[in-house]
Nanobody, 124 residues
Framework: QVQLVESGGGLVQAGGSLRLSCAAS????????MGWFRQAPGQERECVAA????????YYADSVKGRFAISRDNGKNSVYLQMNSLKPEDTAVYYC?????????????????WGQGTQVTVSS
């Protein structure tokens, strides 16, 4: 069974940065695509960034392009989301997820395993 644990969330002022980490156990991430999703109160969960199995192909939501960067370290079985120039509208619970396939995807129904989420709050 795969377990994903996110960390690195918190409260930050607008314009600040946070780095989220997602550590996996129970399975190597080496042959799986990964994604970062977020859900704000009253809104649907959306994919903000995703990567294929080796990090060579990535996806970013338009709202975060140029500000967020997804990366992975398969040796550490971890995925990261560097978030810069944060805005109040980035406030949400952020989840990492594993897709049982090699290729990148923003479709959440293609992700089989999810972490418990980490809260990110951006104050204005």
């Amino acid at each position: 069974q795969v377990q994903l644990v996110e960390s690195g969330g918190g409260l930050v002022q607008a314009g600040g940065s946070l780095r989220l980490s997602c550590a996996a156990s129970g399975r190597s991430l080496r042959t799986y695509a990964m994604g970062w999703f977020r859900q704000a109160p009253g809104q649907e969960r959306e994919c903000v960034a995703a990567t294929n199995w080796n990090g060579a192909s990535t996806y970013y939501a338009d709202s975060v392009k140029g500000r967020f960067a997804i990366s992975r370290d398969n040796g550490k079985n971890s995925v990261y989301l560097q978030m810069n120039s944060l805005k109040p509208e980035d406030t949400a619970v952020y989840y990492c997820a594993l897709r049982s396939s090699l290729g990148v995807s923003a479709a959440q129904d293609e992700y089989a395993y999810w972490g418990q989420g980490t809260q990110v709050t951006v104050s204005s």
